[in-house]
C-alpha cells in the first residue's frame, strides 16, 4: 500500500486558510530565502492528492506549481473543469482514500503528497498518513479552515524534529505510530 505524507503550514491556531479559503496571512510571512523543503518534499513522492477546496485555491495563483502528476478528489467537479493550460497534469476522482490507495498501488505509485484540509482528515481517519511536516506560522486568525478536525480517535505520533528559522517560522517533523 503507498503512504501518505503530509506538508502545511499552519497559523498557531490551528488554521491551515481563512473561512473563505484566503492564505493572505501566510504570504506576509517574511520567510524569503529560507528553505522549508517544499521542492525536496516534491521530488520525494510519486503523486499529489487534493481535494476540490485546495485545487480551486491553486487555480488562482495563475501559475501551476507542481511538477508532478495531481488528483483532485471531487463528488462535483468533472473533468471538464481542468482549465486547457494543465490539461494531462490533473486528474479529477471520487475515491474514497483507500480505494484511491488501492487505485495507486497497481499504476506503481508509492509516496502520496496529501493535501488540502478535509481530504487530509479524511487519509487521516482512514490512518493512511505516515508522517508530516507541519510548518507553524506565528499568527492567530481566529477562524478558518482546520488541519485536524473532527478526529474519532487518538492519533499518536512520534517528534522527528523540529527546527526554527528567523522569520520565526517553526518546521515540525513528525511520524504517526501505528494504531
Ligand atoms: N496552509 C497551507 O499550507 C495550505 C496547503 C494546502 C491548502 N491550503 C488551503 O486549505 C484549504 C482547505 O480547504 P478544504 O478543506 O475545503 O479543501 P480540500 O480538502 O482541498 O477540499 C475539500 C473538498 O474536496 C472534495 N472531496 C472529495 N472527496 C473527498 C474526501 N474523501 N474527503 C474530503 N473531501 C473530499 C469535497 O468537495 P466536492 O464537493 O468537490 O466533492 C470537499 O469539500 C484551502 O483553502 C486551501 O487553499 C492551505
Known amino acids: 500500500m503507498p503512504t501518505g505524507h503530509i506538508m502545511m503550514a499552519t497559523s498557531l491556531d490551528g488554521f491551515v486558510a481563512r473561512p ?37 485555491t491553486v487555480l488562482g495563483f495563475g501559475e501551476w506549481p507542481y511538477a508532478k502528476p495531481v488528483v483532485v478528489l471531487s463528488r462535483s467537479m468533472t473533468q471538464n473543469d481542468v482549465p486547457d493550460s494543465i490539461r494531462g497534469k490533473v486528474e479529477i476522482m471520487a475515491h474514497e482514500p483507500a480505494e484511491l490507495m488501492a487505485n495507486f498501488t497497481e499504476r506503481g505509485f508509492e509516496r502520496v503528497y496529501v493535501d488540502g484540509g478535509a ?24 477562524a478558518g479552515i482546520r488541519i485536524f478536525d473532527n478526529a474519532d480517535c487518538d492519533t499518536d505520533l512520534e517528534m522527528v524534529s523540529s527546527e526554527q528559522f528567523p522569520s520565526g517560522l517553526v518546521d515540525l517533523v513528525y511520524k504517526v505510530k501505528a494504531a
Request: avoid cysteine.
Open 20 to 56: 473563505d479559503h484566503t492564505l493572505d496571512w501566510l504570504d506576509k510571512q517574511p520567510s524569503e530565502g529560507e528553505d522549508h523543503g517544499f521542492d525536496a518534499f516534491q521530488d520525494s513522492v510519486d503523486v499529489i492528492v487534493m481535494g476540490s477546496g485546495s485545487f480551486r
Open 119 to 142: 481530504v487530509i482528515q479524511s487519509f487521516m481517519k482512514a490512518k493512511l498518513i505516515a508522517d508530516m511536516k507541519i510548518t507553524i506560522v506565528p499568527i492567530l486568525i481566529g
